[in-house]
């Protein structure tokens, strides 16, 4: 039986895709204007500098020469005005000077004003930051969306940045991402409501592998969710729900789990009493520069069927804990003679190269 993969990711994307590309015109076609109008202030300059020197040349006759004639042009189109370098005793004179000057400075103005909008036009240099990072954004593929970069968003990107996971990050404060691209260097990031289609679109929402829901408003968490859960139905959804009468609000419209400060720090002060050894233990992987995390791997469809003791699953990088068999039942510290099927989830304490030399492993068996 045919699988029907519906055509609305595709098309999405490719209506995101003419989105960016006429964006990207219609901020090449501003900027183009912008260097018109200065290289046409410019030219404007030029010319009056010329006619200046040349009638300020031959208003001095014998009294003046070609640097006198061009420094009295500078001077009368800037309004410095130092002096007659050149004599003007004829009316016709001072009105040729004021129409230099006079036209001059208009010139200079229409050009400084241009060039101020060039190198200052904020909402200019928005969009180009924006089309960049969004141009690097449609790269990633299984990647991780953050809504909310307040303290607890933050944590996340910085568990995903230390275990090598890529992640894109929303919120309504640029603020925010500026004050924190010491701790995130390379951070990928869109300034915005979360949710909001385009925005989650632009965040590239059908390649993305999971998404935080972390903002610290309840309603506008649930927003995202909804949205987020009808752009990608297969998407995992994970999110942080301040009050606990939320928790359950949350799942039914579309998180796959739901975390809640008050709950899990109750449990986390109650661990801290009675298993304060286990804790130091999880608190020290955290801190370590070594990046060693309780890891799972899925095994992918089409692997064989292999013994425990077949498969490489010891290494100084990452270390076998348990196996979730697909039906859900869990086999903890599994013998050389346990089974693993596609389909399994591998448990590890591995650090992220041995994340991915588990993977690789696992893949190169299906050749």
């Known amino acids: 039986m045919p699988i029907f993969t519906s055509p609305l990711p595709a098309l999405r994307r490719a209506r995101r895709r003419r989105r960016l590309r006429e964006s990207e015109l219609r901020v090449a076609m501003q900027l183009q204007r912008i260097v018109i109008r200065i290289v046409w202030a410019a030219l404007v300059v030029l010319m009056l500098v010329g006619i200046g020197t040349v009638g300020f040349y031959h208003i001095g006759g014998d009294h003046s020469d070609w640097s006198d004639a061009l420094y009295m042009t500078l001077i009368t189109i800037s309004t410095v005005g130092y002096g007659e370098i050149v004599p003007l005793p004829t009316l016709a004179d001072r009105v040729f000077a004021g129409f230099v000057a006079v036209s001059g400075l208009g010139a200079l103005t229409f050009l400084f004003t241009s060039l101020s909008v060039f190198f200052l036009e904020k909402d200019l240099d928005h969009s180009l930051r924006r089309r960049r990072m969004e141009k690097r954004i449609q790269k990633l593929r299984q990647h991780f969306i953050i809504c909310g970069f307040g303290r607890v968003g933050r944590s996340v990107g910085g568990e995903l940045q230390n275990t090598g996971r890529h992640f ?3 919120d309504t404060e640029e603020a925010r991402f500026e004050d924190n691209l010491d701790k995130f260097p390379g951070l990928l990031y869109l300034q915005g409501d979360a949710s909001d289609d385009d925005l989650l679109e632009a965040a590239d929402i059908f390649d993305a592998r999971g998404l935080f829901a972390v903002t610290g408003d309840d309603s506008r968490n649930l927003m995202i969710i909804i949205t987020a859960r009808q752009l990608n139905p297969d998407l995992r959804i994970v999110a942080r729900a301040q ?94 003679d346990e089974v693993v099927s596609p389909g399994a989830t591998i448990i590890a304490l591995a650090n992220p190269s041995g994340r991915a030399q588990l993977k690789a492993h696992l893949i190169e068996r299906i050749g």
């Open 168 to 170: 894109v990050a929303i």
């Open 243 to 336: 009050e606990s009468r939320n928790v359950e609000k949350m799942r039914k419209v579309g998180a796959d789990a739901v975390i809640s400060p008050d709950f899990t720090g109750g449990i986390r002060l109650a661990s801290a009493m009675v298993r304060p050894h286990v804790v130091s233990f999880l608190d020290e992987m955290v801190r370590s520069d070594k990046n060693v995390r309780l890891e799972e791997v899925h095994v992918p469809v089409g692997f064989p069927a292999t013994r425990v003791g077949d498969l490489r699953l010891r290494s100084p990088d990452y270390i076998l804990l348990a196996l979730r068999e697909e039906d859900g039942s869990w086999v903890f510290n599994p013998r050389v």
